[in-house]
């Protein structure tokens, strides 16, 4: 805890200044900051969707993900028996992954500029869809070439409970609910931390149903130049 003054109604973070939650040092939850364009980023999903269909992956180590997901932009992430890694084809439809639409990029690059990294140049775009019970187990994101880059989070439906953790698997969690319209981008020290979510209930959202959708903008490629 930082020195309390009478000014300093709202603790440590600077939510009353910029209506940013900072659940981290470089890591920021901005509410409700995606619900202007909802349907816009919906559209987009279904576009996406059309073209590379969610799917549920199986893990290198044997498992099928709970959560289905498919990816747009240069770049998109998959696993199989084989590991996790991103790839410019969608094994499934063998074909390049979708266009990342612009509503994507759009607010991504707003997003990111409002946490404190400006100039955001995500080259992937990897959308997981919920149901209920589905869940992510505790991770990192490492498959990215490219850590100096913040990763941004836009979460559509159902509400969740994301769980942050520390560097190390075994490190204390907070719970942090991300509703409908929520964005988190975490970037610079918080980049490697453990993360997950907690198994979804299912709390009907009015526009989406029993569903939740999270899509993360990533850049996994090369600074530059051809990979
Ligand atoms: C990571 N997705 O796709 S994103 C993933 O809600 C993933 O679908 C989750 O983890 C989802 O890899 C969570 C939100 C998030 C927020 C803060 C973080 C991930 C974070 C802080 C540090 C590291
Ligand atoms: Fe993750």
Redesign the pocket.
């Known amino acids: 805890m930082t020195m309390t003054t009478s000014l300093d109604l709202f603790g440590d973070d600077d939510t009353a200044q910029s209506g940013r939650e900072a659940?981290?040092p470089q890591?920021f939850?901005l509410r409700g900051f995606a619900l202007p364009f909802a349907e816009a980023l919906l559209q987009g999903v279904d576009t996406v969707a059309a073209q590379s269909p969610f799917r549920r992956m199986q893990t290198p180590g044997g498992y099928t993900m709970s959560?289905a997901?498919t990816n747009c932009g240069q770049w998109g992430?998959t696993t199989d028996a084989h590991g996790y890694r991103y790839t410019r084809i969608d094994p499934l439809s063998g074909l390049p992954w979708p266009d990342l639409p612009s509503a994507f990029l759009e607010l991504a690059q707003a997003a990111a500029a409002g946490a404190g990294f400006p100039g955001f140049a995500p080259d992937a775009c990897?959308v997981?869809q919920?149901e209920p019970g589905s869940r992510?187990s505790l991770?990192?994101?490492k498959n990215e070439r490219d850590y100096g880059a913040p990763?941004v989070?836009v979460?559509l439906g159902m509400p969740?409970l994301?769980l942050?953790g520390g560097h190390e698997r075994s490190d204390k969690t907070v719970r942090?609910p991300?509703l409908h319209g929520d964005v988190?981008?975490?970037g610079g020290v918080?980049?490697?931390?453990?993360?997950?979510?907690m198994p979804m209930k299912d709390l009907p959202h009015p526009r989406l149903g029993s569903r939740?959708i999270?899509?993360?903008l990533r850049k996994a490629g090369e600074s530059a130049g051809p990979v």
């Open positions: 659940i981290g890591s939850v959560v997901l992430w990897l997981n919920y992510l991770h990192q994101d990763i989070s979460s969740a994301f942050f942090v991300l988190v981008v975490w918080d980049r490697l931390r453990y993360h997950g979510v939740r999270n899509f993360t």
